[in-house]
């Protein structure tokens, strides 16, 4: 099943432009995962508010341009604070936001914990536009696993490196996800290790196979 969950999406903060691990912990006995939920993000209602459930923290101006982390909506974009008058850019970057899906879109919300709802809004002062349609993949860029850890794309430098040596989702210190999720039956499962993520040179330990509870796009 996959479904719109207005205002209830994972947000990552990228600085220099490299994501970094949520950090998330294991939860104590959870709850069995019988089918793996995919969750499209849409912040937004149809007059262009933030969605119901979600709390805006922080407002003021940004420039966007594609964004490196959702890579499977349109509307995304990674986006960077520009105060008035301040050309300056060289800010912290929210990844992935979303435009309202309407031509002329000048608002970014850039979502926060699901378990809070939190989001930001930027006024947007530039748009780049979109990733090019022929880079967009349908892959989920925020995971949940079984055991309650949540998981961000990975964004490594290395092109067309073997998927066994480079991570594809990183889940906290030493711990990350390998390969694309296996979507074959109800609940996705993806490889898993925890130790360095370069192994190239060092074999780190075995992968393992994980449930995925929950994958947002």
Not at 188 to 201: L, P, S, V
Request: with cysteine; proline share 12%.
């Amino acid at each position: 099943m996959r479904k719109v969950l207005p205002g209830l999406a994972m947000a990552l903060v990228v600085l220099g432009g490299c994501s970094g691990p949520p950090g998330s912990d294991p939860v104590e006995n959870p709850a069995p995962v019988h089918a793996t939920e995919q969750v499209s993000v849409y912040p937004f209602t149809q007059d262009g508010r933030p969605a119901s459930g979600l709390d805006v923290v922080h407002e003021g101006n940004g420039t966007c341009w594609q964004s490196w982390v959702s890579v499977d909506s349109d509307a995304a974009r990674r986006c960077a604070p520009v105060p008035k008058g301040d050309p300056d850019t060289s800010k912290p970057v929210h990844d992935p936001c979303y435009l309202h899906p309407e031509a002329g879109a000048d608002r970014a919300l850039c979502l926060a914990d699901p378990t809070t709802g939190q989001a930001v809004s930027f006024d947007v002062v530039s748009d780049d536009g979109p990733r090019p349609e022929e880079e967009a993949a349908h892959k989920p860029w925020f995971l949940e696993l079984g055991d309650g850890r949540h998981c961000v794309l990975y964004l490594s430098p290395d092109e067309g490196v073997d998927p066994a040596e480079i991570p594809t989702y990183a889940c906290g210190r030493n711990d990350y996800l390998y390969g694309e999720p296996d979507t074959g039956r109800p609940v996705w499962t993806i490889a898993n290790r925890h130790g360095e993520a370069d192994t190239r040179i060092e074999p780190g330990p075995e992968l393992d196979e994980v449930q995925i509870r929950t994958a947002w796009f």
